[in-house]
């Protein structure tokens, strides 16, 4: 290559690094359901850093809390239980990002006889659309039952 070409092809390339290091999104604040309708106002308020994010939600339901640690997964093995025989709870959470996703899963299975099976589950893919609502699509899973898909949009409140 050319030492004159060089210094251009350097500059061409630091102008097209930022734009594949972009930041995950940031869904801080006070959202406001919109679809589907609801009579009673249901807020989500959400508060994200780096590597935490926390929500809150109050709805006709009463209130709940969810705190997620960014770009992990984990899990909890139980014991034997009194309702689960000889067998093993085990629950499994992730909070990782593909592209400008966040995918929130929880999963409890049940183990026995080293056999694995699914009891339930939900995941949640939170994204911005074009008009910067928030997007929560929520997938629940439950035995005997097709898994479940629901779309949520939520305006920040203002």
């Known amino acids: 290559m050319p030492l004159g070409l060089r210094p251009v092809l350097a500059l061409a390339m630091l102008a097209v690094l930022p734009a594949f290091a972009q930041e995950p999104p940031n869904f801080s604040g006070e959202w406001v359901r919109v679809e589907p309708p609801t009579d009673a106002g249901v807020v989500l308020s959400v508060v994200?850093?780096?590597s935490v994010i926390r929500i809150s939600s109050q709805s006709a339901d009463g209130p709940g809390s969810d705190t997620y640690t960014l770009g992990t997964k984990g899990g909890i093995v139980g014991g034997i239980g009194p309702t689960l025989?000889?067998?093993?709870?085990?629950v499994?959470?992730?909070?990782?990002?593909?592209?400008?996703?966040?995918?929130l899963t929880r999963t409890l299975s049940v183990i026995q006889d080293s056999v694995k099976t699914r009891v339930s589950g939900r995941e949640e893919v939170w994204s911005f659309d074009a008009e910067e609502h928030l997007v929560i699509v929520v997938t629940g899973y439950r035995p005997d039952t097709a898994p479940t898909t629901t779309r949520f949009l939520y305006r920040k409140r203002r």
């Open 85 to 90: 025989g000889a067998s093993t709870a085990n």
């Open 48 to 50: 994200q850093t780096a």
């Open 92 to 103: 499994e959470w992730s909070a990782v990002w593909k592209d400008m996703t966040l995918f």
